[in-house]
């Protein structure tokens, strides 16, 4: 019995030239982590990969399931977008000043309309559409302060299938009076949240404190006690983004050390703890960081568009010694972030390398959206990589996607030149086909 074949539609094939990785190409070098199959077959049985590596090894195997040939795409893990906001879609790309001025006149206002459910879910609905349009097949979001917020975007997450992290912000103070809660009312709303939707299907919680300023003590002691009771949750919270903050977070926790202190202190450090920015950071922060197995996330866009400052990828992810080496995500950062393509995430990422002494290679800036990103999100076992026993989270790039990428492609002799062009030059319209789970989520016939 237990050898019944699945049914015969959740198993087929694709053929096509792709990219993974087998390690680290911070640690171990571009060339030995970046795997590229020129002619590769992808072979998914319900959902999972059942093989995945060269055409010719893996055809015996197809034994007459549909197969579909990508002759002229590249096909790459499914993009992961470790930090980003689905209630800020409405302000994204607004104008003006850094980041506290722009909480205020723009966030904490467009936050204040998701009590509404049915609001949430049409916002909720808009930005999932997006995300396979990009190619983003896993985030970790941010919702708002309201418990309807996290479970519209959980629904609408649900009903996809999709592979997504998300949590109820957590803020009691600083902020406008609806956007508060209460230590109390956040431990409550939160763990509710939690009890319904964490590991139901592909979901997983988040506890969110938005960031140290918005939270007082009781508040984060709260949330370090949840998560302490619940240790396979997440944590995520921004951190030492921009100076002012950082000089704020000093005058509001006079006794802490520095800006992860705070968040030490209340136990709010340690595996999945998700950071975001982390541009400000002392080596005594990185190194408590690496110590207790923390991750931070790199949100290039937003740190330009905001002014905020330069991420140091160096001590990051390639410290002189590889025991203080933190993982690391890439994010966008929607609303603070100007795009919801990780592809443009990647070549700002560049940018932001250029500009503070780092260079970022393509094989490099693909790792950190996808089995880097993973790593972040100790989720390398399931989604990040295209390798037997995977998730079938896939994207169908078109390296030619328009008229100037069809002329500069020809030109590329490598495929690291292929992939840097496509960070450098491409955006949404070279996602073509996008499969989470092993259903197409974008495209297809
Ligand atoms: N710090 C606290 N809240 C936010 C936010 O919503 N966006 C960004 N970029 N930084 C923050
Ligand atoms: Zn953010």
Redesign the pocket.
Known sequence: MSNTPPAAENRFAIRGQFITYNSDPFSEGDDAALVHEPDGLIIVNNGTIEYAGSYTQGAPLLQGCPLTHYKHQLITPGFIDTHV?YP?LPIIGAYGAQ?ID??NTY?FVA?QRYDDLGYARQVSRVFLDELARNGTTTAAV?CTVHPNSVEAFFQEADDRKLRMIAGKMLMDRNAPEALMDTPQSGYDDSLALLEKWHEKGRLSYAITP??A??STEAQLDAAGALWKAHPSAYMQ??VS??KD?VEWVKALFPNRANYIDVYAHYGLTGPRALF??AIYLEETEWKHLAETDSSVIH?PT?NTF?G?GFFNFQRALQPESASQAVRTGLAT?V???TSLCMLKSMGEAYKVGQLSGYSVSAAKAFYLATRGAAKALHLDNKIGSIEAGMEADLVVLNPASTPLLAFRTQYCNSIEELLFVQMTLSDDRAIETVYSGGRIIKGGE
């Open positions: 906001h800020q980041l722009w909480l966030t936050e941010y938005r960031f300023p918005t919270t921004h983004e921009n903050e975001g920015h949100c937003s905001l905020s950062d609303g603070g972030g």
